[in-house]
């Protein structure tokens, strides 16, 4: 027996034989790396609860059930201990955190070791596919196993070990777990922020608990989800979320802040002290994705008069919680920026050496109106960790930091990647796309095929019985569907690509053009290729006979001419709609621009694989409708 599921249900025999009841579950003592099992809970007759020390009772354990070493009369029941906690009420069937893995996961079943006749380990739980088969039926299970190895992708076992799991239930979030094991409070808060938004609705606010204030502040700023920001927020009172936003960095507690309704916000300011309210309320009165929206006030300008020594101790008086602290900024006496040197230089400076001899006076800096994009360019183009948000004047207003360029940047590439139509696993991430997300973003045009030709077929047979000849319009369809494909990816890398001028002009014009000449070329092309087709296929004769403007269906020999003419037709309709609508591909593809360029200016997020899907289906229906409604005409009047 090396799983619960498996002992779940075992029959409990005494010494003698005689059936006690059945399993139910099993009690560890939790304080070991390894915990041993210490009870045994099982259902007796009409359904009553039991429970007795499994070292004390029983002796053995096999297929047929667990064996007491007494008698039915001998046996004396016991109860939990505060230290003990039941394997199926506790852990079976719910979420942990794996906190080597950093995720949480739900446990399908758990693994068992034997040490002896009657002894048994927890190793861990699995939380993989076997365990979830197992729990349905262990026959199950083994088909399963034995398919998926007979194709080459054999069903791992997923362990957790004990070591390595964290419990997140109410009622089991007191106990120690392990001796070993990194505790939930003790990751980096990224790895926290990860774990609570996988974690289910009515769980996240007891792990936020498990959080003192600092801890919670510095997880809240990590999370990716800005309505799940909001939900935690609005789940916490008012004077504990007020205390957490400000000991956040005011640039993070601003962009919490936003997501709040306006009431909610401006009560949560107005619990904060008044240096916090004042540097959120600061940040919050400039334009979204600029410069002044993501810097920080916190940093040290000093008048260049002072020296090294005063600079240092200045840094020394910082509160702990202060931003980091990368260069120190030299002032004037009005207050305007003169010049920046880096803690390098002063550390090894003399103490006596006055910072303007120090100081580097080309001094980059932006305004507080800059996009944050171009922040981010302008950090990477000269390799700062921190630059200076300055007014007209060249006084700062505080300095946007490394760590907020690079989300800027990563934020950037996924709306970059969105627009591209790329997905997460797709994106360098070193994980295999599954099949049907592969299938679902790259070749979801043949269902598209496959559903609008039994359409096409069904209405030509019911308007005169003529579905024979949609296998035509069938082996065009897929030159008008991944033409309209490739336009708007041709469409989504011009965007991408697009450095806009200083002027702020937008290339329609241009654009147009350029499409509109690929469409003809395009067009010809698909046209070209079907009269290719018709010459291979089909005398000249029948050609000849199905292009005569006077020519009506029933004339020739047999019968036989005027089929192959029918046929001559639908080929020729089939790839002339195809080159028409292609053409009108390439014509609207100026549109697809101007809704990107129209979105961004609105910072709209926007799907590239969305946009391509809908360019697909609006190519689909023109080109079914004008197939069917021409070889309508051709065929069955």
Known sequence: MNYLSEMLKLPVLDVNGNKLGVVNDLGIATGEVFPHVTSL??????????MISWRKYVGHVDESGVHLKACDTDVRFSFLQPDELLLARDILNKQIVDTQGLKVVRVNDLKLSSSGENQLRLLGAEVGMRGLLRAVHPALEHVAARIARAVGKPLEEHIIAWSYMDLLERSTQTIKLSVSHKTLDELHPADIADIIEQLDPR???????????????????EFDDDELVAEVLEGMSDRDASSMLALMD??????????????????????????????????????????GRIMTSEFVALPATETAACAIDAIRELDDDFESIYYVYTLDPAGALTGVLSLRTLIVADRDARLSDLAYRDVVWVAPDVDQEDVAD???????????VCDENRHVLGIVTVDDALDVIAEEHEEDLQIAGVGASESGSGEAPHMLTWFARRQYWVLVWAIASGVIAAVLDAAGGASAYVIYPMCAMPVVLLAADRVVSFVRNYFLEYDEPEDGGKPYLGFFLQTAGLGVVLAALIYLCGQLVL????????????????????????????????????VSISF????????????????????????????????????????VLASCVAYSVAVTLLMLLAVCW
């Open 203 to 221: 769980l996240r606010g007891q792990v936020f608990a498990q959080l003192d204030t600092a801890q919670a502040a510095e997880a809240i700023s």
């Open 378 to 388: 302008e950090m990477a183009k000269y390799d700062l960790v921190a630059v200076p």
């Open 41 to 50: 809970a099982f259902q007796g007759p009409g359904k009553t609860p039991f």
């Open 576 to 615: 002339a709609c195809a080159a028409a609508v292609v053409f009108c591909c390439c014509l609207a593809a100026v549109g697809y621009l101007k809704l990107l360029f129209w979105r961004d200016e609105r910072d709209l997020n926007t799907s590239g694989t969305a946009l391509g899907v809908s360019a």
């Open 250 to 291: 005011p640039d993070d507690a601003a962009d919490l802040i936003e997501e709040l309704d306006y009431e909610k916000a401006e009560k949560l300011l107005r619990l904060m002290g008044v240096k916090e309210e004042r540097a959120i309320r600061n940040l919050l009165g400039y334009e979204e994705h600029t410069a």
């Open 535 to 570: 010459g291979a296929a089909y005398p000249d004769e029948v050609i000849a006979m199905a292009s005569d403007p006077s020519f009506a269906p029933g004339v020739g020999s047999a019968g036989q001419v005027p089929a192959e003419v029918l046929q001559v037709q639908a």
